[in-house]
């Protein structure tokens, strides 16, 4: 197993257990406690877990990775969520695009299309899709966080709902066992609620470390979204909760991005 895939792992045992010991992780993937101290010590320095004496815990739910790490974090599987996004996306729509490093993904991904009318609170998604001389491209007004780009704030609740668009792109991050759509910041969440009120049909975009991941803020539930697109198969229990909510799944797969659907 690569390191890059044990340490996937890793933060996904951490954060279904809560917390683990050194040993029983080394005992897991049979590596030493040496080479497991050392991937808790990376993960922990990428915000993804908690280092503890004897082990690592889930990351805090009070705060973000930073946005340097998380436009490097699952960027193949971003790359193919992203192509699978843009095939629901016709010509000449109209859309609504906010805050994440996915979203940035899929609006590269979108100047193959022609004609489109994008809505974005997202200023490193303006920046893409500006040159295309046949697209319509309006930038909320707002507070904008310099740490990420985005643009949240009153201003920009108020302006986002001053549209109704055919299809509105989001991201999240964290979905709860409960369906529940988590995010970090409480201005960001009432921004993408708009987004959501306003769009006749909503994508949430999101790479498969989203499920169970936790954060403080409750945005909604996912039966607020029509159509989830991943890259890989949830485990059981979050298939089966999308499918008793209505949510069509879309599996971006690593072969060769077919569509798969649940």
């Known amino acids: 197993m690569s390191q890059t895939a044990r340490h996937e792992q890793i ?34 320095g990428e915000n993804r877990v908690r280092r503890f004496h004897g082990g690592a815990s889930a990351a805090p739910s009070t705060e ?11 960027s193949p599987e971003k790359a193919r969520i992203a192509r699978l996004v843009a095939e629901h996306i016709p ?6 695009i906010n805050i994440g490093t996915t979203n940035e993904a899929i609006a590269k991904e979108l100047l193959n299309h022609t004609g489109l009318k994008i809505i974005t609170n997202n200023l490193h998604v ?3 899709v500006n040159g295309k001389a046949d697209f319509e491209v309006i930038i909320a007004g707002g507070k904008v966080r310099s740490r990420d780009g985005g643009i ?9 709902s001053q549209f109704r668009t055919d299809f509105g792109i989001i991201g999240i991050s964290g979905i709860d066992e409960d369906g529940t759509l988590l995010e970090f910041d409480y201005q960001e969440v009432r921004v993408a609620q708009a987004l959501i009120r306003n769009s006749r049909q909503v994508l949430l975009a ?4 989203k499920f169970g991941r936790h954060a403080m803020i409750n945005l909604g ?3 607020d979204v029509n159509i989830l697109v991943t890259d890989r198969q949830p485990e059981q229990q979050f298939t089966d909760l999308l499918k008793d909510r209505g949510v069509k799944l879309l599996i971006a ?10």
């Open 126 to 128: 303006a920046a893409i």
């Open 253 to 262: 797969n690593e072969e060769n991005n077919e569509k798969s659907l649940q």
């Open 221 to 223: 539930d996912v039966r």
């Open 206 to 209: 999101c790479d498969h470390t």
């Open 64 to 74: 973000n990775t930073e946005y340097a790490q998380r436009k490097l974090l699952q």
């Open 11 to 44: 933060v996904e045992i951490v954060t279904a257990k809560g917390f683990v010991s050194v040993e029983d992780l080394a005992l897991h993937f049979d590596v030493t406690p040496q080479t497991m101290r050392r991937d808790i010590n990376a993960l922990a």
């Open 152 to 160: 949240i704030g009153e201003a920009t609740l108020d302006f986002v």
């Open 91 to 96: 010509d000449h729509a109209s859309l609504f």
